[in-house]
């Protein structure tokens, strides 16, 4: 059986950093805009530098940018450990999460007027979609989120959607939570990468017509928010009736943020 390898998250690494971007990215009022017929520009954060990057793969630290996670409000259990997983594929990410337990946190310090964060995020196991074969939601689809803090203000969504691992169910990304009714795994960059489905030990992955592991490349850019305060960015995933990490989770790769004024 293959094994997870796992180190604390306090450890961060650096990557190179990719100007590449196959997804939404919200414009400078943070009104996302979705599946344009043509690529954003190579360079969402014009004149920014890059504060922070995380492949998990390597051993330096990055710098101004930093991550964290926290355990949702209103909702029961411990947060999830805070560690780098070793996918069967020798991918190293920051996961495995489960839905409504745990926000993985990316924060911006202070003093800059605009940003761009791009990120992987990797759908693992049974995920469950929102379209007609799960009767439009009512089977608790899988819903991933991605807000902003100002302080002690509350969170508001940038961007919501649904993503669906079976091919018998659809999902709504590319398109915002209710909008969809795409093919599983739309707009997505690589299926089974990660070659979960290689060991069902590891995680639950549907024999009919699903993938173990699904990859999407998100892009978010625009004006701070919070004007030049510090910001929060929170990843998180909801399911009412979520099973365990090993039939559903997720986890975040090559994080990079950048900021400039």
Not at 95 to 119: I, Q
Not at 132 to 153: E, L, M, P, R
């Amino acid at each position: 059986m293959k094994k997870f390898f796992a180190v604390p998250l306090a450890v961060l690494f650096v990557a190179a950093c990719s100007d590449s971007s196959t997804a939404p990215s919200a414009t400078a009022d943070l009104s996302p805009s979705y599946a344009k017929p043509t690529p954003p520009p190579s360079d969402p954060c014009p004149g920014c530098t890059t504060i922070g990057s995380f492949a998990f793969e390597g051993v330096d630290i990055a710098g101004g940018a930093t991550l964290g996670t926290e355990v949702q409000v209103g909702t029961a259990g411990d947060a999830d450990a805070a560690t780098i997983v070793g996918a069967p594929s020798g991918e190293h990410f920051v996961g495995r999460f489960a839905n409504t337990r745990t926000v993985l946190v990316v924060n911006v310090p202070e003093g800059y007027n605009k940003y761009s964060l791009t990120f992987d995020f990797y759908t693992i196991g049974s995920w469950d979609g929102r379209g007609k074969q799960a009767q439009h939601g009512v089977f608790d689809a899988n819903v991933f989120d991605i807000s902003y803090q100002c302080g002690t203000s509350a969170a508001v969504s940038m961007f919501k959607t649904s993503f669906s691992n079976q091919l018998t169910v659809q999902q709504d990304y590319p398109l915002s939570y209710l909008q969809g009714g795409n093919k599983a795994a739309t707009g997505s960059f690589a299926t089974d990468a990660l070659d979960y489905k290689s060991d069902l030990t590891l995680s639950n992955t549907p024999q009919f017509r699903s993938f173990g592991d699904v990859s999407y490349h998100m892009a978010f850019a625009g004006g701070n928010p919070c004007g030049t305060a510090a910001i929060q960015f929170e990843i998180s995933t909801s399911n009412p009736t979520q099973q365990s990490v090993w039939d559903e989770s997720w986890g975040v790769d090559n994080i990079v943020v950048k900021a400039g004024t």
